[in-house]
């Protein structure tokens, strides 16, 4: 063989080691991707399993009873709200000021409370009273506002995420419960229950730039 011939079969031999290099890197490389993509979506399988577990183990079970309320009304005064004396069921929606979910969710509650509120009795229950009146004004809640549930409230409620929607009729059993926002299927849920069309979440950026 020529030298020209050689040097052509060299070049040839290289080239294709080079390329099989290559392939193979290209290969191990893919399929170390597709190996962590798998481990990835377990991963997060895993984590919203476990995050539907939890929520769900501080939801009050349907059916089960609840004592009266023992919390401040927005003026400073003690009551006890009981669900005996009305023939209509109680819809407690527990939030907190600081809350940004329960700032997003204000258009969907303000909708239930427009298209239930003969059926239902809306009560408010904030479980922080720092600049309450302040946000009850702002956002334009209508509804019986009451704060500092009393520690034995909190221990039967399991009260602590907001925001948190409880139904309780008027025998004192829990119908629904639901926390957090009135998003995705929860939003569907809340709807189904009250056969209501709910507008869905307020964009607070927008809310904000549309009063400057």
């Known amino acids: ?22 392939l193979i890197v290209l290969t191990v490389s893919l ?8 481990l990835l979506a377990r991963r997060v399988r895993s984590l919203i399993h476990f995050e539907s577990a939890r929520i769900s ?31 209509r069921p109680t819809v407690l929606y527990i939030f907190t000021p600081p809350c940004a979910w329960c700032a997003r969710n204000t258009d969907n509650l303000k909708a239930l ?5 003969t059926e239902y009795r809306f009560i408010g229950l904030s479980l922080s009273s720092e600049g ?15 704060t500092a549930p009393s520690p034995d409230t ?27 926002a009135y998003v995705g299927d929860q939003k569907s849920q809340v709807e189904a229950f009250f056969h209501v069309s709910l507008p869905g979440l307020r ?3 927008k809310a904000e730039a549309a009063k400057n």
């Open 1 to 22: 063989m020529s030298p020209l011939g050689e040097t052509s079969a060299r070049t040839l031999e290289t080239t294709q080691r080079a390329s099989r290099k290559a």
């Open 203 to 205: 964009d607070l950026a």
């Open 57 to 87: 183990d501080r939801l009050l079970k349907v059916g089960i009873a609840v004592p009266p309320i023992a919390a401040k009304r927005l003026g400073g005064q003690e009551e006890v709200i009981s669900y005996q004396g009305t023939n």
């Open 113 to 117: 409370v427009n298209q239930r509120g």
């Open 31 to 38: 399929v170390v991707s597709v190996a962590l993509n798998v």
């Open 154 to 180: 909190r221990k039967a409620y399991q009260l602590g995420g907001t925001p948190q929607t409880i139904v309780v009729s008027p025998e004192g059993r829990v119908l629904q419960d639901w926390m957090g």
């Open 132 to 146: 309450l009146r302040e946000y009850a004004a702002t956002h334009g809640l209508e509804i019986p506002i009451y």
